[in-house]
């Protein structure tokens, strides 16, 4: 057996008294799609916080790559290969477009303070080659960002906020990447088109794996290979959408909650 | 217990009363506003002046209220006008950075300070020198084998109301349960009928009146003020706050007992105690949050993610 | 507020005469306005040359394009600009006629913008509040001070010496930054400032409150800073030496703005004042980039102590209070953020206001901060906002 690309472990945290995630096991390979869904405070973001390192787990294990990256800090696990972006999109108001890309790239830069200041040339010259290719990546992600680039990321529209955390991600060369619900705050013409906006992204780097926290439920019939369904901080279903979808025990998760809200 | 020690400890619970008095303006402004109001010791210390000058006014007038009544009644006046001028301070200058960064709305409060000096400056006659304060209850009380000085039991003694006032201001009134829903969320506050304007104003009028009595009683411990106390007076009610949890009452209190206490602590034992105290009391503040970055009562704030 | 820089295109292609006619017209009349301010003594003339300063800029906060205009013209007249603002410097303590006290200003003025481009990198680049930028000043002077006084060291041996010392204090300000934000690290900061403050006011080997006197003036080939230099039969006062000294500090810290702000570093800072959890996300050592501009900051601040020592040769701690931390604040935020030019404004505004207005004598305290207030109020993002960087061929 080879080993996956990402795999937690018994992943838990509590916050006081609330157990937010617990024992939940994961596992991706190289390339591949997983969604993960449930109901809204089921711990699915407090799973991201977790694999990024924003949390410390309070038990369990993180690997990448067979390789124990549990409880390091946020910088490190970046810059070992996993970009995420956020729910509530975070990026970089009041600097560029292209600004916020090239600090995605921050990991793969090397400019150090000695550099800057010894060697402006030098530094300079990798700056210019990182915002080159902050072009482009907003050009592959959408051709509409790529117009904008100049323009403050803080001006920008939801869908487009999405898009630009989308590349922002993609610009660190990541390994995988965390998207926390895309789709959240877009009505649905935003949503299909970000949809494409995503596959497209996909078909153009194939070997990306991706971990998708996702609501909607026409993005994820239409894009995972593989769902998760958490529920109360734990894992309670995984497999092809198609079958899970059809499990008493997520119809109740779900329809249960939904009744409650109706 | 030793004459010296209960001397010592007496005289940290008058300094902590004190500095309780001006934190908890700056707990308060803070909890309610999210904005460091620096020039609140400066504010504070506005009201000896006016006691001083009201004073002098009552006494010489043939007003028959004689001295230790035209001293309460000045003080009152003075408690009064400071909760006036930190409401004005708050209409012309304060409100208008509730939106802007934290470090402006210090910036500009720090300036507010400077202006605020300088008008007692011009305003008072001969306002930059020391003016002597009276000291107030003169006389001691026998306690044991210690002569106390009624003032020191005094300012403890109105400390505490006043805190217990606040506390029950805020928790059992209708005017708290509104300054708390606005430090809540002001824009959910204000779908429940609360006018956010007035909360604020109501919560500028408690603090710079608390401050106030804390400026008079600063005062008349040191015997004298100057134009420019309330610098000091500032900081270190400041730090109290901060060091206690900003937004934390019983922090306020704690962070000034605190500071109260190793200032006490090193004048008592250090042969050059007074030149060191700011030293070691600034010293703690950097420990403190070192080791509790949200000060010692206060939440630390964990980011919705 | 940004305007739209496709607006500017048309611009673009107009003779590269006009854009020289601009920058020579900007900095000569800026040139020529600081001069007469300077040299002024009426204080009729003192307040029509500030109503006259004030109506610029009302006149940029109304009509936005011209500042894009103006902005356009110095991009792409960089060499130009730069070589005719060179000259000018160089030029500028003849055209003061002697005047002593007008060089003195000058220095100080230049010192404080050194200060304020210092807080600047990280205030105005990470918005990590700093309020003991005046206590790095002190350790830089007084280790400068103390090294020439005690052993006679080269006062170009001590600069380095000083700002070592004072860049060790600017992490040792920086550990607490790792846990500690905002308001609690702004006071970490206050506190730091006060405990050196003291410090320096009660030590023995500092001199105490009487500080420290009779700081020798540097000297170069065999000339003194103290002495008059005399150039093509024009005589200096012995001001100019630590003008131009003054000077070349201040071009070196916007030589080391302009390259940090450009690279990698600038854009780490950026992104952490921008937001500090997604930049972690981005992989950015968020408490070596903080860590890193207390250093920065405390290491520039030191260099200017040094001069400041050696120019008075009198120092006290009443010359590094936490009143003169703020008024460094008040320069880089009154001037604006992550904007080098305006924060040198700001310094340069900040420091000569009071000095002008000492014709107020009582009120001028009471003047200068108010108007800091009004400022606040009415421009919040500075006398020049900060600007989005620019990449490549891009105007």
Redesign the interface.
């Known amino acids: 057996m080879t080993v996956p690309l990402l795999e937690t472990r018994n992943l838990s945290i509590r ?1 006081g008294g609330l157990v937010a995630v617990s024992g939940v096991d994961l596992s991706l390979s190289a390339g591949e799609t997983l969604c993960i869904i449930g109901p809204n405070g089921a711990g699915k ?1 407090t799973l991201f ?1 977790l694999i ?3 949390y410390r787990p309070g038990a369990g294990t993180v690997r990448l790559d067979g390789r124990d990256i549990t409880g390091w ?4 696990i ?2 070992a290969g996993i ?2 972006t ?2 509530s999109s ?7 477009l ?2 916020n890309v ?3 790239m ?2 793969r ?5 000695l ?3 010894l060697r ?1 040339r030098r ?2 010259a ?3 080659a ?3 290719r902050a072009g482009e990546l907003l050009r592959l992600v959408s051709p509409g960002l790529h117009e904008r680039r ?3 990321a803080g ?1 920008l529209p939801q869908a487009d906020r999405r898009r630009l955390e989308i590349a ?1 991600a993609l610009a ?1 060369d990541p390994k995988i990447i965390l998207l926390d619900e895309p789709s959240s705050g877009m009505d649905d013409r935003d949503t299909d088109a970000l949809i494409e906006d995503i596959r497209l992204t996909m078909t153009e780097r194939p070997g990306l794996s991706y971990i998708i926290i996702e609501h909607d439920m026409r993005l994820v019939a239409a894009l995972p290979e593989r769902v998760a369904v958490i529920d109360y901080g734990e894992k309670i279903a995984e497999g092809r959408f198609g079958e899970v979808r059809l499990m008493p025990r997520v119809q109740e998760a779900y329809l249960g909650q939904k009744a409650a809200h109706a | 217990m030793d004459a010296f020690v209960m001397q010592n400890l007496l005289n940290w619970l008058v300094l902590g009363s004190i500095y309780a008095l001006v934190a908890l303006g700056f707990s308060l402004l803070f909890g309610v506003l999210d904005v460091i109001h620096f020039s609140h010791g400066d504010v504070s210390i506005v009201a000896p002046f006016v006691v001083l000058a009201t004073f002098q006014a009552l006494v010489s007038t043939a007003f028959p209220v004689g001295t230790a009544g035209a001293l309460v009644l000045a003080s009152a006046l003075a408690i009064l006008a400071v909760g006036l001028v930190g409401v004005l301070a708050d209409r012309l200058v304060i409100r208008r950075f509730r939106n802007a960064p934290a470090m402006m709305a210090l910036v500009a409060t720090v300036a507010l300070g400077t202006v605020i000096r300088e008008l007692i400056r011009m305003v008072y006659p001969q306002g930059s020198n020391p003016k002597p304060f009276p000291r107030l209850l003169e006389s001691r009380v026998q306690l044991g084998d210690l002569a106390v000085p009624l003032f020191s039991l005094f300012v403890i003694a109105v400390s505490v109301l006043m805190m217990a006032v606040l506390f029950a201001v805020m928790r059992y009134t209708p005017l708290g349960m509104r300054i708390r829903a606005v430090a809540e969320d002001r824009n959910i506050a204000r779908l429940m009928a609360i006018r956010p304007g007035r909360i604020f104003a109501a919560t500028f009028f408690l603090a710079s009146a608390v401050g106030a009595i804390g400026g008079i009683f600063f005062a008349s411990y040191a015997g004298v003020v100057r134009f420019d106390f309330g610098i000091q007076l500032g900081l270190i009610g400041f730090s109290a706050a901060v060091i206690g949890g900003l937004g934390s009452m019983q922090g306020a209190i704690l962070g000034s007992l605190l500071i109260a206490g190793i200032d006490t602590l090193v004048q008592a034992t250090m042969v050059e105690g007074a030149s060191y105290r700011l030293v070691f009391a600034f010293l703690l503040v950097i420990l403190v949050l070192v080791l509790r970055p949200s000060g010692i009562l206060g939440r630390p704030v964990m980011e919705k993610v | 507020m940004m305007a739209d820089p496709a607006a500017a295109t048309p611009l673009a292609h107009r003779a590269p005469g006009a854009d020289l006619a601009v920058v020579a017209a900007i900095e000569l009349g800026g040139a020529t306005l600081l001069g007469a301010f300077l040299l002024a003594d009426d204080s009729r003339l003192i307040v029509a040359l500030l109503a006259l300063l004030g109506a610029a800029f009302a006149l940029l906060q109304i009509r936005p394009a011209l500042e894009e205009r103006i902005v356009a013209a110095f991009r792409r007249a960089q060499g130009a600009a730069l070589g005719l603002g060179l000259a000018i410097v160089l030029a500028y303590p003849f055209a003061m006629q002697g005047n002593s006290y007008a060089l003195h200003l000058l220095v100080v003025a230049q010192l404080y913008a050194v200060l304020a481009l210092a807080l600047n990198f990280q205030l105005g680049s990470a918005n990590i509040p700093n309020f003991a930028t005046g206590a790095s000043y002190g350790i830089g002077a007084y280790a400068s001070a103390l090294l020439a006084i005690n052993f006679g060291v080269s006062f170009w041996l001590t600069l380095p010496v000083a700002a070592a010392v004072a860049t060790g204090f600017g992490f040792l300000l920086g550990f607490p930054s790792m846990r500690t934000r905002e308001t609690y690290l702004a006071l970490v900061t206050i506190a730091f400032g006060i405990v050196v403050h003291q410090m320096l006011n009660n030590l023995e080997w500092t001199g105490g409150p009487n500080g420290l006197v009779g700081i020798p003036a540097p000297t170069i080939l065999g000339h003194s800073f103290a002495a008059p230099i005399e150039v093509f039969g024009h005589r200096l006062p012995s001001q100019a030496n630590f003008y131009y000294l003054a000077a070349a500090l201040v071009a070196l810290a916007i030589v080391s703005a302009r390259r940090l702000h450009d690279s990698r570093i600038g854009l780490a800072w950026n992104a952490l004042r921008a937001d500090e959890l997604a930049a972690r996300c981005q992989g950015i050592n968020v408490v070596w980039y903080k860590m890193l501009a207390f250093a920065v900051d405390a290491f520039l601040a030191a260099f200017a102590g040094s001069v400041y020592a050696a120019y008075v040769s009198y120092i006290s701690p009443d010359n590094f209070t936490f009143l003169v931390s703020v008024t460094i604040m008040t320069m880089v935020i009154v001037g604006g953020m992550d904007n080098t030019l305006g924060v040198i404004l700001g310094a340069f505004l900040l420091t000569l206001l009071p000095e002008k207005l000492r014709i107020f004598a009582d009120y001028r305290l009471l003047f200068v901060s108010v108007v800091v207030i009004l400022f606040l109020i009415l421009r919040p993002q500075g006398l020049f906002p900060q600007r989005p960087r620019s990449y490549g061929g891009r105007q």
């Open positions: 916050f973001s916080n990024s390192g924003i800090p946020a910088h490190r970046a810059a970009a995420r956020f729910q975070r990026l970089f108001g009041d600097l560029t292209v600004d090239v600090i995605g921050h990991c830069t090397r400019t150090g303070v550099d800057a200041l402006p530094a300079r990798e700056l210019e990182a915002a080159e100049h323009r403050l001006t922002r660190s």
